[in-house]
């Protein structure tokens, strides 16, 4: 992988995931389980996505 395809991911991250972990305290406040259910499928697949390139890239 080319350093600017782990620019993107770097970057998806650090905007994405403060944003995703604001919409799951917002769901847990107005007590939207389905929600809230999204955003942590949303949270869990950006934390596991450097661990994914990682693979991708050693495999290749």
């Known amino acids: 992988m080319s350093l600017l395809d782990y620019f993107v991911v770097i970057t998806l991250l650090l905007t994405v995931f403060p944003l995703a972990i604001t919409q799951m305290k917002s ?4 007590e939207d389980i389905k929600s809230f259910s999204v955003w ?9 996505l450097p661990f994914m390139v990682m693979t991708v890239a050693t495999a290749t």
Do not use: E, K, N
């Open 27 to 30: 769901a847990i406040a107005q």
């Open 40 to 48: 942590v499928f949303i949270t869990c697949f950006l934390a596991g």
